[in-house]
């Protein structure tokens, strides 16, 4: 129930900055407003939210006490928990964030799909090293 709740949220949040990003660069499929919409996506929402994600399950698996989140604010965390993590993402969202964009409209959500699975894979690998 409760990463329902939380990927719920981080849901409604993707269809805002899609939204934003819209308003903002526009709908072209040329280079530069792909490259645009990657570039705020990848490097502005995505080291947010998922930082807001890790929080949110650090604080589930602390037992929804503060000292969980103190934890997220420690260089130790930060080099060994979660940049690994983020670097991970970005070997795989960039490029498949590049391909979503430039897909049709119909096509992009079954696109995000396959490299969300592909992700999940990825993560699951860094997580137990």
Known sequence: MYASLVFGFIGVTVDMLYTAQIAMFGEGRDTATMVKKMLVDQFVYSPVSNF????????????????????????????QQYLPVL??????????VLVVYFMPTALQFPVASLVLVFWILIF????KG
Do not use: D, N, S
Not at 53 to 78: C, D, N
């Open 87 to 96: 670097i991970a993402m970005w070997c795989v969202w960039i490029p498949g």
């Open 52 to 79: 807001a994600i890790f929080a949110l399950f650090a604080w589930r698996e602390g037992g929804f006490k503060t000292r969980a989140l103190r934890q997220l604010g420690t260089r130790h965390y930060f080099t």
């Open 124 to 127: 699951k690998f860094v997580r």
